[in-house]
């Protein structure tokens, strides 16, 4: 692609060029949402006519499935003694991509982040400063493809370096930072700091040092353009002390350059009226189809198939942020009801998994569970629940809402991050303008969650057509990505247009 003419405040409509930089995507690897937004995000940019390249490191899944591939540069960067490798492919057909290649750091299969024994790569510091400064050579054109962006958009403390690499760059584009989740920060020892040859004025309060250890995820808070996280509440909840884990007093400092921006699906891919995946297709003119995916996951599941059954669904990690805890605290009492079944579906923290697995085996026609992960399992769950929990403590957008509200899958949420942003609850004045989509609780608690469950049954077992009414409301909810992209086109243009002058202090 030719070097477009540098983007000026005079037009608006101006096509930018982004670099959008990111740890994960889909659907060449995928350990979370931010691989659902770098898969999505880019090409739907890319269809409204803007210039966007996708930069990864070059795992070796990712080179795989990314074939055919070409070397498109030689790197030679700060910190690193051997030559690194910028590979160009298209993804999808139309979507550049350049994989930063350095095979003693990334040539290793699975997770990218954790080894066999599920522990964090103990280099993983060296890992993702050598990609930072990848993305930073592409960023200033020193990359031997003859184009620079105006902007580039950093996701999650993997990319946490950029911001304050180019800070203090001549002529550098602007730069935005998402925060996907505030948990993981990308957390390592003060000797990492000299290790990795960065700038000395970056080790300081202001910069990257937090309570003696250097932050990857605090680079990008502190001197990004712009920053933002994937949905308005989650925005507000991360300047708290409880959702800000020590870095709301820097989030508040800036939170006149902070907001939020939801996280769209893929319609085309998550599709009850044309999924591969599920038996029976159904939209929200043909709802009573939906049964018949309910009767096909109770026999897939191994639970009797019951037409009367409220069949409840999970697919998510086996993590306390989830609120799993919560449902497992739950699963004898739901067991001891007539005609309520459970189908799970994640992998994560061991106990979690045996619990689970014993659950199974002592309440057989109530509750199924699958361990591990199964993408087409997953779409069958969707298609074929009644209700579809998501207990979480925090949540900054999720997804698997969305997804169950297309699939006329009446979600049960905390009202938290983007849950609270998505799901409407059931009250009298919801259901009399007719905006209700699912069952809202608020304290992250087995009480409040059954209470939650307790009014979706009931209201499961009132007249057929007020459930239908509510399922199909959900069904009719737009949360694609071409609003969320428009919204993300305007943060650039915020960013290019004033960017910071110094370093936060």
């Given at each position: 692609m030719d070097n477009a003419?540098?983007?000026?405040?005079?037009?608006?409509?101006?096509?930018?060029?982004?670099?959008?930089?990111?740890?994960?995507?889909?659907?060449?690897?995928k350990t979370g949402g931010l691989a659902d937004v770098a898969g999505s995000l880019p090409p739907t940019l890319r269809h409204m006519n803007h210039d966007i390249r996708l930069i990864l490191p070059a795992y070796p899944e990712v080179v795989e499935r990314a074939i055919p591939l070409k070397e498109a540069a030689t790197l030679y960067l700060a910190g690193h003694t051997e030559p690194v490798r910028l590979l160009s492919g298209m993804l999808f057909g139309h979507l550049p991509l350049y994989l930063v290649d350095a095979p003693e750091l990334?040539?290793?299969?699975?997770?990218?982040?954790?080894?066999p024994d599920g522990h964090d790569w103990p280099d993983n510091a060296q890992r993702f400063a050598l990609f930072c400064r990848a993305v930073v050579a592409v960023a200033l054109n020193q990359a031997d493809q003859h184009w620079q962006p105006d902007i580039i958009h950093c996701n999650d403390w993997q990319t946490g370096l950029v911001p304050p690499l180019l800070h203090h760059e001549g002529n550098r584009p602007a730069t935005l930072f998402t925060i996907h989740n505030l948990a993981y920060q990308g957390l390592f020892?003060?000797?990492?700091?000299?290790?990795?040859?960065?700038?000395?004025?970056?080790?300081?309060?202001?910069?990257?040092?937090?309570?003696?250890?250097?932050?990857?995820?605090?680079?990008?808070?502190?001197?990004?353009?712009?920053?933002?996280?994937?949905?308005?509440?989650?925005?507000?909840?991360?300047?708290?002390?409880e959702f800000g884990y020590g870095l709301e007093g820097l989030l508040r400092h800036r939170q006149n350059r902070l907001s939020g921006i939801l996280n769209g699906i893929d319609y085309h891919y998550w599709n009850p009226?044309?999924?591969?995946?599920?038996?029976?297709?159904?939209?929200?003119?043909?709802?009573?189809?939906?049964?018949?995916?309910?009767q096909q996951l109770q026999q897939e599941m191994g639970l009797p198939q019951n037409k009367k059954a409220f069949l409840l669904g999970y697919v998510?990690?086996?993590?306390?942020?989830?609120?799993?805890?919560?449902?497992?605290?739950?699963?004898?009492?739901?067991?001891?009801?007539?005609?309520?079944?459970?189908?799970?579906?994640?992998?994560?923290?061991?106990?979690?998994?045996?619990?689970?697995?014993?659950?199974?085996?002592?309440?057989?026609?109530?509750?199924?569970?699958h361990i591990g992960y199964n993408e087409q399992l997953a779409h069958r769950i969707e298609a074929g629940s009644d209700c579809f929990l998501m207990p979480s403590?925090?949540?900054?957008?999720?997804?698997?809402?969305?997804?169950?509200?297309?699939?006329?899958?009446?979600?049960?949420?905390?009202?938290?991050?983007?849950?609270?942003?998505?799901?409407?609850?059931?009250?009298?004045?919801?259901?009399?303008?007719?905006?209700?989509?699912?069952?809202?609780?608020?304290?992250?608690?087995?009480?409040?969650?059954?209470?939650?469950?307790?009014?979706?049954?009931?209201?499961?077992?009132?007249?057929?057509?007020w459930w239908q009414k509510l399922a199909v409301t959900g069904m009719q909810q737009d949360f694609s990505w071409p609003s969320s992209a428009t919204q993300y086109v305007e943060l650039y243009r915020e960013a290019i247009l004033n960017p910071i002058p110094n370093p936060v202090r």
């Amino acid at each position: 692609m030719d070097n477009a003419a540098p983007f000026s405040s005079t037009d608006s409509q101006q096509s930018l060029k982004i670099l959008f930089a990111a740890s994960e995507a889909q659907p060449l690897i995928k350990t979370g949402g931010l691989a659902d937004v770098a898969g999505s995000l880019p090409p739907t940019l890319r269809h409204m006519n803007h210039d966007i390249r996708l930069i990864l490191p070059a795992y070796p899944e990712v080179v795989e499935r990314a074939i055919p591939l070409k070397e498109a540069a030689t790197l030679y960067l700060a910190g690193h003694t051997e030559p690194v490798r910028l590979l160009s492919g298209m993804l999808f057909g139309h979507l550049p991509l350049y994989l930063v290649d350095a095979p003693e750091l990334f040539g290793r299969p699975g997770n990218p982040y954790v080894g066999p024994d599920g522990h964090d790569w103990p280099d993983n510091a060296q890992r993702f400063a050598l990609f930072c400064r990848a993305v930073v050579a592409v960023a200033l054109n020193q990359a031997d493809q003859h184009w620079q962006p105006d902007i580039i958009h950093c996701n999650d403390w993997q990319t946490g370096l950029v911001p304050p690499l180019l800070h203090h760059e001549g002529n550098r584009p602007a730069t935005l930072f998402t925060i996907h989740n505030l948990a993981y920060q990308g957390l390592f020892d003060q000797a990492i700091f000299q290790q990795l040859q960065l700038p000395s004025e970056l080790w300081s309060h202001e910069g990257l040092e937090f309570h003696d250890k250097l932050s990857f995820i605090k680079g990008g808070l502190a001197f990004a353009d712009r920053l933002n996280t994937v949905s308005p509440t989650y925005a507000d909840e991360i300047c708290t002390s409880e959702f800000g884990y020590g870095l709301e007093g820097l989030l508040r400092h800036r939170q006149n350059r902070l907001s939020g921006i939801l996280n769209g699906i893929d319609y085309h891919y998550w599709n009850p009226a044309a999924d591969p995946y599920i038996h029976q297709h159904f939209d929200h003119n043909t709802f009573e189809l939906k049964q018949i995916n309910k009767q096909q996951l109770q026999q897939e599941m191994g639970l009797p198939q019951n037409k009367k059954a409220f069949l409840l669904g999970y697919v998510g990690r086996l993590v306390e942020q989830k609120g799993i805890d919560l449902v497992l605290e739950l699963l004898p009492k739901l067991a001891r009801i007539e005609n309520i079944q459970v189908v799970l579906l994640g992998s994560g923290m061991a106990h979690f998994e045996e619990a689970l697995s014993d659950a199974s085996e002592r309440y057989l026609d109530n509750i199924a569970i699958h361990i591990g992960y199964n993408e087409q399992l997953a779409h069958r769950i969707e298609a074929g629940s009644d209700c579809f929990l998501m207990p979480s403590r925090f949540e900054p957008c999720g997804l698997n809402q969305l997804y169950s509200l297309r699939y006329g899958t009446v979600p049960i949420v905390r009202h938290t991050g983007g849950l609270a942003d998505t799901v409407v609850d059931v009250t009298a004045q919801s259901l009399l303008d007719g905006s209700a989509t699912g069952f809202v609780f608020d304290h992250p608690t087995a009480p409040a969650l059954w209470e939650a469950i307790e009014r979706a049954i009931e209201f499961y077992h009132r007249p057929e057509s007020w459930w239908q009414k509510l399922a199909v409301t959900g069904m009719q909810q737009d949360f694609s990505w071409p609003s969320s992209a428009t919204q993300y086109v305007e943060l650039y243009r915020e960013a290019i247009l004033n960017p910071i002058p110094n370093p936060v202090r």
